[in-house]
């Protein structure tokens, strides 16, 4: 009999579970506060729960942690690390520093049905979703996971198709209970999902980031299919509508590609688009992916089309480029190793 496992719970899912085996509620937050605030990987090793009540759990429940299985690191300090899952599947996360700071980019699909046509992790197909559990394992059985800062929702998946389990995860990162961590310090990137975008932003304190990668319907539909079903249009009039507050923010990451969308016509439009949004646009570096036409387009075409959105008002930055000799810059993250098993 396989074991449940307690990571990606909640608190009230704990406190369920304790009430079931008729045990005190409050074990319900000395289990949270195990799992997601110390350096355990047992149950056992829940030294303020009685024995009585360790041996209860561990005859349902697991502790839930899974260790990489394999880690390569960048020239540049990036590591990814793969994870198997369940279903002898794998995903890949990426542990970014970069100073003060240091940034996980956290998957949460095995794979991705959004058909992109610029990502690697596109091309393995969908293969399933994956737990709060899952998500939440990249982060708790990272080596480096004191020396984290930040969470980005934008490895192998698109985190709004796997809505519940990606709300969840975040409920566990940012609760008093949980990791504690600040939601501003947590980022989620969609392609814009429009009816899940909205209750992300509704139930969610953590910053949103839409990948735009085209201000021209057609053109953005022959990149990204999800054009067609939620145009770009709709996502911006929902992100005009919502009102995100002081602190929280919108950002637009745009992949550069050479003579594809890197005009001086295509700035303007986005100036025109973007009109009224506070927003930063990111632009990015397009990796080449193998029996792709894209290539991506020269750096100092990259700072000039910066400066036209700058002097038109878009804040805007190039963003630097990491982990490419590893596979694990933006839009390169998939995993071979089901196939090589």
């Known amino acids: 009999m396989s074991l449940e496992p307690l990571l990606g719970k909640t608190l009230t ?5 304790v009430t079931n085996l008729g045990l005190p509620k409050f074990a319900g937050k000395q289990i ?9 990987t047992e149950i056992e090793q829940m030294t303020n729960l009685s024995k009585v009540a360790r041996e209860k759990l561990s005859q349902n429940y697991c502790f839930g942690t899974s260790a990489h299985s394999k880690v390569d690191t960048s020239v540049d300090g990036t590591k990814k690390y793969l994870y198997p899952t369940s279903n002898d599947n794998f995903i890949e ?15 949460s699909q095995v794979g991705c049905k959004m058909g992109c046509l610029f990502c690697m992790t596109a091309r393995m197909g969908f293969n399933g979703h994956l737990s709060a559990g899952d998500i939440i394992n990249q982060v708790r059985s990272l080596p480096e996971r004191q020396n984290l800062t ?4 934008m490895g192998m998946g698109e985190p709004l198709d796997n809505l519940e389990q990606v709300l969840k995860s975040i409920e566990i990162f940012t609760a008093d209970w949980g990791f504690a961590m600040s939601p501003r310090r947590i980022t989620l990137s969609t392609i814009g999902i429009i009816p899940a975008m909205k209750e992300f932003l509704e139930r969610s304190q953590a910053h949103l980031a839409v990948s735009l990668h085209s201000p021209f319907e057609q053109e953005r539909k022959q990149m990204m299919p999800i054009e067609s ?15 995100f507050g002081l602190q929280r923010r919108v950002s637009f990451e745009y992949i550069m590609f050479d003579g594809v969308n890197d005009s001086s016509k295509h700035a303007m439009e986005l100036v025109k688009v973007l009109k009224g949004i506070k927003c930063r646009m990111n632009l990015i570096k397009f990796h080449p992916i193998p029996d792709s036409p894209l290539k991506g387009t020269p750096f100092n075409k990259m700072v000039e089309f910066e400066q036209i959105l700058k002097k038109n008002g878009v804040m ?3 963003r630097s480029s990491r982990g490419e000799d590893i596979f694990a810059a933006c839009g390169l993250l998939s995993t071979k190793e089901k196939s090589k098993k």
């Open 13 to 17: 899912e704990l406190q369920q579970i």
């Open 32 to 40: 949270a506060q195990w799992l997601y605030q110390k350096d355990i």
């Open 93 to 107: 996360s990426a542990y970014i520093p970069d100073k003060e700071r240091a940034t996980l980019c956290v998957s």
């Open 150 to 153: 930040n969470i980005v929702y």
């Open 229 to 243: 079903v939620y145009s770009f249009k709709q996502v911006l009039e929902v992100i005009r509508d919502f009102d």
């Open 316 to 318: 805007t930055t190039i």
